[in-house]
């Protein structure tokens, strides 16, 4: 995989939309540079202990990156102003969908909040499904992703090795579209369904070629598929695309 500084930059496949956003949930990379250091930011509780590092190319050649949240600028920011006052941070915008599946909790699942009392875990015994890194994992398509052909060149397969898209349904979610064009998942009540089709994805770097395309402008969630194309259909636990923009931007 190309670092991801440069994918941001100089996108191979084809993308949905404007990048602009006036709203959370945008990751970035932020610059790392003498003194400041991952084990720094580490001790210095702004990070976690083992933040991801990935090297790239910046202007004064090969630089290291750190890879913050939206949440973590701020912080950043006010600790860099009191401890190092002199040194301006620097950070570039990762235009992905965001996947951030918590361990302890259900959260993020389409049509489910779960910050109501009654969908909170009962039971530290729990697993929830699927997990941030669990490889394969099924995702549920709706759109241009529904089309093996755009996603053979999307994941730069050859022809013989395509994969079959399954029919499939999901409930929770419906349809809305956003620029007049994009197709835009988004909450809605238990008994609400859309049609569309399941895509097992083997890899990561699948995984990461499939949210640089729907870009920023949506989050990875959890959520239950039924593959209608086994006999009799079948359940899942997968993962899809859910829009991360205000409603109002919505047609």
Known sequence: MKD?????KQRKTPVKGAADRKFGNMDYLFKLSDPIT?????SAAILPSHPRIIQGEGEDGIAQFCHVSDLDISKIKDWLAKEYPDISPIFAPIN????????????????????LPHHRPDSRACEYLPTQDQFPVWYFFYGTLGNSSFLNELFGLPPEE???????LIYGGKLKT???KYNALIDD??????????YEVVSQEQEHALCMYETARYEVVRVEIKLDGHSGGRFVKGCAFRFAGERGELD
Do not use: C, F, M, N
């Open 4 to 8: 991801l500084l440069q994918s941001t």
């Open 38 to 42: 991952r084990t720094i930011l580490a």
């Open 96 to 115: 992905k969908a965001r996947k951030a599946l918590s361990l302890g909790s259900a959260y993020p699942t389409l049509g489910y909040d779960t910050t």
């Open 162 to 168: 395509d994969r079959a898209l399954v029919p499939a």
């Open 178 to 180: 956003w620029g007049g």
């Open 189 to 198: 009540d238990p008994e609400s369904r859309v049609d569309g089709w399941a």
